[in-house]
């Protein structure tokens, strides 16, 4: 037996060894996909296990997440700092290895992965990185940027709405340094795939603009080397590299789905073992497979230093676009934006979605690496740079992605783009199409990753297009996911504090914009960076605090007037982003909203779920709760309740419930 | 002219002095295809405006919802209940001709189309439900249900992920009744398509299983009525028509993307009107086109007066299916779920989905129209119809319907069979991967629909699978949709009540089922379908209340035990469903929930924000506030603080807060 064998079969015994003493996970595709891990690992791709964020690595994604002991197997066997501890640890708590590839837990894993498609379209966004930086700093000589995106599959993957749109896009925008390996063992967890899924794939991806190659015999390695080949030649399409295999390929279960989602049994592991002719203790990588990996893995390091010293003559000969590279990179670049706050002006009523749009437009100058992309939404969303040209087959220098109509693979394609580094992104859409795009958002979320979203017409201020285009539980979608933050800023200079803190900050931030003008405040400001604050006070301690975000603050000020011509103390508290404000000390919030002052309204043309720890036991709630009709915007407003009358109706309402129940 | 092309003229003038009264709307598909809007209800499809709801009727679906007026421009024309006052009343608050169609709204509507890709997607599911419906009942010379479903996309809705995911299965499906009429005029919001939608369609749709064919003048009726012929002459494949149409035809902005979504002008409306010849004044139908329509659709009624020949000679050669027919349809048939509760036991120690597995077959005892579907995890979740059969290609009685990897469609799918009539519907998954349905769900709740959603895996009791796996917002997410249900229960008996509710009211409900053993209750029971009530009270007045959902009741009555032992009055409320005891009386709701007992401690392993208002001020919660955790179920658990000790501390927390704030 070779010795590249016996490595694939160690993948193959590892895998089902750490599935069966974690009594959890799925075995099968870590034994069908092992030849092709191998294979990438030992043989085709560039990286440097010293240092697994070395900038111009090949990124290798595991979109089957599933699959993860192969992964954490390749990682160990190819010396990343995975050791054998860890693989025992298997799906433990506070392991390196949960049961699918988390970000930031483990080096070598690019990205989370496990809810399907996700990590393919990821994929995507890699390509569309590494083309523009590829094309903004490559000089004849120098290829700086240079390097594939493998991607692993499975049907899953494939079955997936998701992965349609991102290959459709891959596929219009010729990403060539794509390639996607499909583990194609035709098992789903209900059986043979054929009885829901009997599409032929080579004609989608034809259909697609894809390259399509062959492995007949997923076990052979030099047929997959060569296909890598043949996809790595053609530069101007996407390639699928379809691979015949067979799931749990060794053990008794070899082609059937019990074997997909379960440890295959002690019995069928010694089986295994046996087929594979496999003599060793548990959790035991043979010496001469240790031996021949760690060789390949730490020649591959002279990659990393070849490229350190193309890029040391690069800097010689090009010290400006050297240094560009490095402000790309985030290396010692953090600009001042809240100077931002004295430079630009808002005086005019506007929509926020119109403020937004200019203050990206000067974003774009502080970060000549922004790219801002929108599923077919641009012109009203108003979030191109413009100027920027569009990113596309031809020009590779283009900063406005047109994502199409694909609101998911935007989000899943943007944190790809995030994920590769050096860009900076945002990405666009009206606020109620969100929903098509919750599973990406969700992974951002998960990442802690700074994709920023921008979501506008964000209430039933959308008017005619009717309940459909009108977001409604939206806000309190967002709100929920850990680590998002979710901003709806109530004019311009609290736009900008939202993009400030947006471009600051580590996390994914939704940024939720009007269709319609908004009045500017004279008091507004960076404070909205703290996610809430003292809009406009009252002399003394306040009888009511009219609470609000976005749209809904005007009727508060307007409320206010109404309130204090009554003799009525009333504070207006603009609450832009709940997840920053509960973020603050306890007595900055205190200050803001005193528990003291029991007589509260609440306004928010969204769920009322949001309010109910603002709102508190006595306050009052002007808040959806059904879905929204088609009228013109102030019609409909009206017709919910969400006028300034109803506003100091409430208020009064509030002092009365809050002075019964002292 | 011909009557036919002014009829054609009148659809686009019409529409588009609609859009430009409503000075909103989309005018831009209505005047490319109109054309095929003409010769579907003229000359192609069997309908009855005399009874909309006819049960044989051809089916059509504007999936491409912006395009509403070219809808009601036919509705009006071809004798549906919809007066010209209404096309003049487009987009207003309360009138039949919503921006976007609204199902329930306008007779002819048969589903709310907007968001895009919805309306293919209920197309298959219409195709479904004719296909099993169809071979249920039909005999020899008796094609009691033979109906054709009618689509008409554009290219918005082709690139969204749910048309792949839908069409897919379509084919493998060889739905061989549904056909996709495609405009293809080649302009979205942002311009020409090409740029970010380069895809074959023809290749793609071959690639899919479906039959091509194309109509290279959208103009041609003749050539297109042939199309459609033989479109229906293939019933072993779906088919779609690639029409090649112009955006705007007939105006000024006839090719370009201004005249996508918003009003034309009153100058351009002017010069569309010279270009047609059209001399009539606004919102004229002239009279030569009233009678042609008229004479055609009052002639077409007699579709359905020899449909109901034939059904009554039906009934008399089969009596039984007659009945059973009409069974279906819902018709003279309302059985009496409850006394499910004296027949089911739940006596040992089970997961809730495997509760929900045995309610799901002897529902499907009763309900012998009940079809269940899953995204490939019917093994998982254990929604399959034991000896039911699979829905396929070959066997269109089954009544399992394995809807592939494909979330997103399956809602929508689900929402089609339940809009065609005639069958029940559930479907399952996965809780955490309801993310990528959203869509469709949301679509449900606005149509407020009885499809019937199982959600297992509920919670950080998935364990290992990690943080992708485990839901936490995803609760809160689907109460804050409106009309949606959310039943997430504790034990056997509660899982019944969910199920008995979810089958005897008209609205959606979701069904979140446990992954995890849970123990079975004395006492609880049916009346758990109020939503909340008390499950383990103490005797008198309760010092504390604890109040929980699901698998976290468990945590209470231990905690019961505990704080009972130290003296301390403690109630248990199982609230399973918060939309539901929303809707009881106030002083059912104040009787489970007395104001006057401040100290309560709210536990679910979901996101807090569900919990405020049963918290209340002085109360303490036990959710969650992060992602979960790679981890054993019981570990996890026990790291986020579930843990009836827990509950016990947080009970004496709060029993000494409510003292405190007396």
Known sequence: MSVESKCVDTIRVLSAE???????????????????????????????????????????????????????????????NLPMEEIKNFRQLGSRTPGHPEYGTTDGVETSTGPLGQGLANGVGFAIAEAHLAATFNRPGYPIVDHYTYVLCGDGCLEEGLSYEACSLAGTLKLGKLILVYDNNDITIEGDIHTTFDENIAGRFLAQGWQVLRVPDGNNLGAFRQAVERAKEDTTRPSIIICKTVIGYGSPLAGSADCHGAPIGEKNLQKLKDNLGWTYPPFTVPTE?????????????????????????????????????????????????????????????????????????????????????????????????VGGGNFTAENRLGRNIQFGIREHAMSAICNGIQLHGGLKILCSTFFSFVDYM?????????????????????????????????????????????????????????????????????????????????????????????????????????????????????????AKKTLEGKGIKTRVVSLCCMELFERQPENYRESVLPSSVKARVCVEA??????????????????????????????????????????????LKAIKNAKKNK
């Open 438 to 558: 919750k599973g990406g958002i969700r992974m951002s979320g998960l990442m802690n990753i700074p994709v920023v979203y921008v979501m506008t017409h964000d209430s039933i201020g959308v008017g005619e297009d009717g309940p459909t285009h009108q977001p409604m539980e939206q806000l309190i979608n967002l709100r929920s996911i850990p680590n998002v933050k979710v901003f709806r800023p109530a004019d311009g200079k609290e736009t900008l504090a939202a993009y400030i803190s947006a471009f600051s900050e580590s996390y994914p931030t939704v940024i939720v914009e009007s269709r319609q003008n908004l009045p500017q405040y004279a008091t507004s400001g960076i404070e909205a960076m703290k996610g809430g604050y003292v809009l406009q006070d009252s002399k003394g301690k306040p009888d009511v605090m009219l609470i609000a975000s976005g749209s809904e603050v005007e009727l508060c000020t307007e």
């Open 289 to 385: 497979v240790v031996e021949h990996c760690k060789k390949i893995a730490d020649e591959k390091c002279a990659f990393e230093d070849e490229w350190n010293k193309l890029f040391a003559s690069y800097r010689e000969n090009f010290p400006e676009l050297a240094n560009l590279y490095e402000r790309y990179m985030g290396r010692n670049y953090s600009p001042d934006l809240k100077k931002l706050c004295n430079e630009m002006e808002f005086t005019k009523s506007e929509a926020t979605r119109v403020a937004g749009g200019n203050i990206i437009n000067r974003l774009a100058e502080i970060y000549p690496n922004l790219m801002s992309g929108s599923a077919d939404l641009s012109p009203s969303t108003k979030t191109g740079i």
């Open 18 to 80: 750490a599935v069966e003493k974690a009594k959890s996970g799925h075995p099968g595709m870590c034994m069908s996909a092992a030849p092709m891990g191998y294979e990438l690992f030992a043989d085709i791709m560039r990286y440097s296990h010293k240092n697994p964020k070395w900038d111009n690595r090949d990124r290798f994604i595991l979109s089957a997440g599933h699959g993860s002991m192969l992964l954490y197997s390749l990682l160990h066997m190819f010396g990343y």
């Open 606 to 651: 969204g769920s009322y779920y949001s309010w109910q720890p603002y709102c508190k036991d006595y306050g009052e709630m002007i808040c959806m709760k059904s879905f929204g009709v088609s009228a013109p915007a102030k019609v409909a407003f009206e017709h919910f309740g969400f006028t300034a009358e109803n506003v100091v109706e409430s208020a």
